[in-house]
């Protein structure tokens, strides 16, 4: 009688360091650390633009100094501890006014699209062993970056106005009982969980829709929400390190900002292909149950 081979789930939770050591060569073997500054270099050269662009729109909803505090909360998810020199940039474009211009426009959806093109060709890498015959088409392919930068800035926005409803809509108390009880902690509690679902749901959608043959959506979560709460260690580790222990602005003076932020998008880069590669192991431990 044909053995049944244990769900890759239990492998994994049998065999926990021969799946991190086969997934971290596997990202060695595919020149993780090279495909994942790549990636960083782009997103730099187009996250700025991105903010100038959501920024300008949202002026138009929201008085400057609301959305500049409730941007500035997300910002620091992204670019630890450089979240204030980069909403100091920001807020001079508010002040001079500056129109949403064809170059602009132009530049931001360039090196987006790259940054999303790169990242689909190292997916591609990632996952090339699955060895799908079916195929995207060109159109689909060339379409597919746009959506994700489209995708992105709406998420961004919304995020931003929602977390600004929240600040706004949440009173600092409340009587219960006939007692006052105070809400600060509240408010910043779910802006926390809004901006941890959110990021989750990003690496998942891109997790789910990148890779030829979409990933199960189960796994694209689970991915997502690794990835989420990983970054969030290692942000917190990174904060405290360019606060306490750095000494890049010695070393770098006025360039300080733009190599800090360089080094966390790479290292957010990292995580995310790190988590790709997870998903493409634990694809592997789960083909043989499918056949």
């Given at each position: 009688?044909?053995q049944?081979?244990?769900?890759?789930a239990?492998?994994?939770?049998?065999h926990?360091?021969?799946?991190?050591?086969?997934?971290?060569?596997?990202?060695?073997?595919?020149?993780?650390l090279l495909?994942?500054g790549?990636?960083?270099?782009?997103a730099?050269?187009s996250?700025?633009?991105?903010l100038?662009?959501?920024?300008?729109?949202l002026?138009?909803?929201?008085?400057?100094?609301?959305?500049?505090?409730?941007?500035g909360?997300?910002?620091?998810?992204?670019?630890?501890?450089?979240?204030?020199?980069?909403?100091g940039?920001?807020?001079?474009?508010?002040?001079q006014?500056?129109?949403?211009?064809s170059?602009?426009?132009?530049t931001m959806?360039?090196?987006s699209s790259?940054?999303?093109s790169?990242?689909?060709q190292?997916?591609?890498?990632?996952?090339a062993?699955r060895?799908?015959?079916e195929?995207?088409?060109?159109?689909?392919?060339?379409?597919?970056?746009?959506?994700?930068?489209?995708?992105?800035?709406?998420?961004l926005?919304?995020?931003?106005?929602i977390?600004?409803g929240?600040?706004?809509?949440?009173p600092?108390?409340?009587?219960?009982?006939?007692r006052?009880w105070?809400?600060h902690?509240i408010?910043?509690?779910?802006?926390y969980l809004?901006?941890?679902?959110g990021e989750?749901l990003?690496?998942?959608?891109?997790?789910?829709?990148l890779?030829v043959g979409?990933i199960?959506?189960r796994?694209a979560l689970?991915?997502?929400f690794a990835?989420?709460?990983?970054?969030?260690?290692?942000?917190?580790?990174?904060?405290?390190?360019?606060?306490?222990l750095s000494q890049a602005?010695?070393?770098?003076?006025?360039l300080t900002?733009?190599?800090?932020?360089?080094?966390?998008?790479?290292?957010?880069?990292?995580l995310?292909l790190?988590?790709?590669?997870v998903?493409a192991?634990?694809?592997?431990?789960?083909q043989?149950?499918?056949?």
């Amino acid at each position: 009688m044909a053995q049944h081979p244990s769900s890759p789930a239990l492998q994994v939770l049998t065999h926990p360091f021969s799946f991190t050591s086969t997934v971290l060569k596997n990202f060695r073997a595919h020149q993780g650390l090279l495909l994942a500054g790549a990636i960083a270099y782009y997103a730099l050269l187009s996250l700025v633009p991105l903010l100038i662009l959501c920024v300008i729109i949202l002026s138009h909803l929201v008085p400057p100094a609301e959305l500049l505090s409730g941007l500035g909360q997300y910002l620091e998810w992204l670019v630890p501890s450089q979240s204030t020199a980069m909403l100091g940039e920001l807020s001079r474009f508010l002040e001079q006014r500056v129109a949403i211009g064809s170059v602009l426009l132009a530049t931001m959806i360039f090196f987006s699209s790259l940054t999303f093109s790169g990242l689909n060709q190292a997916m591609a890498v990632i996952f090339a062993r699955r060895g799908l015959a079916e195929q995207r088409s060109s159109l689909l392919s060339l379409l597919l970056p746009y959506a994700f930068v489209a995708l992105l800035g709406i998420s961004l926005m919304a995020v931003t106005l929602i977390s600004i409803g929240v600040q706004a809509l949440m009173p600092e108390s409340i009587v219960l009982f006939g007692r006052p009880w105070l809400l600060h902690g509240i408010s910043g509690t779910l802006l926390y969980l809004l901006g941890l679902a959110g990021e989750t749901l990003i690496l998942a959608a891109i997790y789910h829709f990148l890779p030829v043959g979409r990933i199960p959506l189960r796994y694209a979560l689970i991915g997502g929400f690794a990835a989420a709460l990983l970054w969030e260690i290692i942000r917190h580790l990174l904060v405290w390190y360019f606060t306490s222990l750095s000494q890049a602005s010695v070393v770098y003076g006025s360039l300080t900002s733009t190599v800090v932020i360089l080094f966390s998008l790479e290292i957010s880069a990292t995580l995310l292909l790190l988590g790709a590669e997870v998903i493409a192991e634990y694809e592997r431990l789960d083909q043989p149950a499918t056949h």
